[in-house]
C-alpha cells in the first residue's frame, strides 16, 4: 500500500519562473492538502482540495494555484517565482469521512529559488 | 500569525536525560497531533489527543493535552540518539476540516 507520493523530490528555479509540483494521495484517501514549510520553521497550510475543488484556503497569494484530479492526485503550481518561495512543499492526505483520522504525509519537494 | 507556539524551540541534551516539550495557544482546538521529521522527510505522526486532560503513552513518550484543549505536552524519559528529530505538535478543529495548525517545531538533539 503506496504512501503519499509526491514528485520531483528536488527542483532549481530562478525567479520570476513557474513550477508545478505533483502529489498522490494514499490509496482510499480522497482529500490532499499542500502545506510550505521553510527552513526551520513549522509547515505552513496552503490550501486543501477534495472533489475536485479548493475548499480552504490559507493565508497565501493568488501567485499559488492548484488543481485536484479524479483520480484524486493534485498539483500546486507557483507563478512568479520570488526568492522568498523556497521551502519544503509537502502535500498530505486524509479521509473526508473519516474526520480526525490521522493525515499521511509525503517526503515532500524542496524547492529552491535562484 | 502563529497560533501555536512551542517552546523551547531547540534542545541539546545527553543520552539517558528526561526533557519536555510544550505545545501552547490560547485558541480551543478539537484534537491536537504531535510529529516527528527527520532531514529530507515528512512528519511522521507520533500521536493524536482528542480528550481534554488525556494523557497517551508511546513507550518512552508520554504525551498530555490540556484539560481545556489549548495545550499539550510532550515528555521524553531516558533519551537516546534515536530520538534526534524535530517535533511539531499541530491542531485541527472540527469546523476547518482535516486543516491542521502546525507550531514552529522543537528540534531535539540527543548526544551519546
Known amino acids: 500500500d503506496a504512501g503519499v507520493t509526491q514528485s520531483p523530490t528536488h527542483l532549481i528555479k530562478t525567479r520570476g519562473q513557474q513550477v508545478t509540483l505533483r502529489c498522490s494521495p494514499k490509496s482510499g484517501h480522497d482529500t490532499v492538502s499542500w502545506y510550505q514549510q521553510a527552513l526551520g520553521q513549522g509547515p505552513q497550510f496552503i490550501f486543501q482540495?477534495?472533489?475536485?475543488?479548493?475548499?480552504q484556503r490559507g493565508n497565501f497569494p493568488d501567485r499559488f494555484s492548484g488543481h485536484q484530479f479524479p483520480n484524486y492526485s493534485s498539483e500546486l503550481n507557483v507563478n512568479a517565482l520570488l526568492l522568498g518561495d523556497s521551502a519544503l512543499y509537502l502535500c498530505?492526505?486524509?479521509?473526508?469521512?473519516?474526520?480526525?483520522?490521522?493525515?499521511?504525509f509525503g517526503d515532500g519537494t524542496r524547492l529552491s529559488i535562484l | 500569525t502563529q497560533l501555536l507556539e512551542q517552546s523551547p524551540q531547540f534542545l541539546s541534551i545527553q543520552e539517558g536525560e528526561n526533557l519536555t516539550v510544550y505545545c501552547n495557544s490560547s485558541s480551543v482546538f478539537s484534537s491536537l497531533q504531535w510529529y516527528r521529521q527527520e532531514p529530507g522527510e515528512g512528519p511522521v505522526l507520533l500521536v493524536t489527543v482528542v480528550t481534554g486532560g488525556e494523557v497517551k503513552k508511546l513507550k518512552r513518550l508520554t504525551f498530555q493535552f490540556g484539560d481545556a484543549r489549548k495545550d499539550s505536552s510532550l515528555h521524553i524519559t531516558a533519551a537516546q540518539p534515536g530520538d534526534t528529530g524535530l517535533y511539531l505538535c499541530?491542531?485541527?478543529?472540527?469546523?476547518?476540516?482535516?486543516?491542521?495548525?502546525f507550531g514552529e517545531g522543537t528540534q531535539l538533539t540527543v548526544n551519546p
Open positions: 482540495y477534495y472533489e475536485e475543488e479548493e475548499r
Open positions: 498530505a492526505s486524509s479521509s473526508r469521512e473519516k474526520w480526525g483520522q490521522p493525515q499521511h
Open positions: 499541530a491542531g485541527a478543529r472540527e469546523t476547518s476540516g482535516s486543516r491542521l495548525t
